[in-house]
């Protein structure tokens, strides 16, 4: 097992983040955060709610990139207007992206500058807001710099644990990210939970655009064998994820 990548264990880090969620729909946004949707479907949390992306639950995770069309039984029918439903009741956990996060968990993705005359325009505050608001929400970075972990964030799109007074089911979980994972003190601030192999704490420091804590850290998990053959016969046999993380041995 000494030809493990990076991007494997930053898929079963995905993975864990969905660990016994229970019947939920899992809402991953990234290459990565989808293997490990998958990968937690048929290892951790057999009743993990997964679609094609498009609007079919699927009893069967497809590989990557694969719809309904691909083949696969078809378990349910969920038109765009059904998940509001979902995100209101709770029965969703969401793993998104963030182009911006401050040391208390506050995302953006909605615009680099001042909003009035933003430097550059993103996909907008999307489902950030209503995410954070209802049910457990995770985040997936694939490039760990001072860009993205800023000390604050130039628009708030997903709620941070200092901004959540009020908000009854606000919860942020892990971000993930290509040099570790990380968890929240009970402060509510960043800490370092894992260092991915051969990762070191001052190398997370570094690009941190904060103090962040890194007392305690352990090392993140490798891929269990039946993991590994499932990443890559099942989930993910075209490899997409070494595109999303470049191999790191």
Not at 14 to 20: E, L, P, S
Not at 74 to 99: C, K, L, T
Not at 110 to 139: E, F, K, M
Request: glycine content about 12%; aromatic content about 6%; some cysteine.
């Amino acid at each position: 097992m000494t030809d493990i990548t990076r991007a494997e264990v930053c898929a079963v880090a995905c993975a864990d983040a969905w660990r016994g969620a229970g019947e939920v729909l899992a809402h991953a946004v990234g290459v990565l955060p989808a293997i490990g949707a998958r990968l937690a479907r048929l290892t951790t949390s057999p009743d993990l709610v997964l679609t094609d992306g498009e609007a079919y639950f699927m009893s069967e995770p497809p590989p990557l990139g694969g719809t309904a069309a691909d083949g696969g039984v078809v378990e349910g029918w969920v038109p765009y207007r059904r998940v509001f439903d979902i995100v209101a009741g709770g029965r969703r956990q969401s793993m998104m992206g963030a182009s911006q996060l401050d040391r208390y968990g506050n995302q953006n993705i909605s615009l680099i500058g001042d909003w009035r005359r933003p430097a550059r325009q993103l996909i907008g505050v999307r489902g950030a807001p209503g995410n954070t608001a209802n049910h457990r929400t995770d985040y997936w970075v694939a490039r760990h710099t001072p860009k993205v972990f800023v000390e604050r964030v130039d628009v708030v799109c997903g709620v941070g644990n200092d901004r959540a007074q009020g908000l009854r089911f606000h919860h942020l979980g892990v971000v993930i990210t290509n040099l570790a994972v990380l968890g929240y003190r009970d402060d509510g601030r960043l800490r370092v939970r894992s260092l991915h192999p051969g990762v070191t704490a001052q190398e997370v420091q570094e690009n941190t655009g904060f103090e962040i804590d890194t007392a305690g850290a352990t090392e993140t998990r490798l891929p269990g064998a039946t993991e590994l053959r499932l990443i890559r016969e099942v989930v993910d046999p075209r490899g997409l994820r070494d595109r999303e993380v470049p191999v790191t041995r």
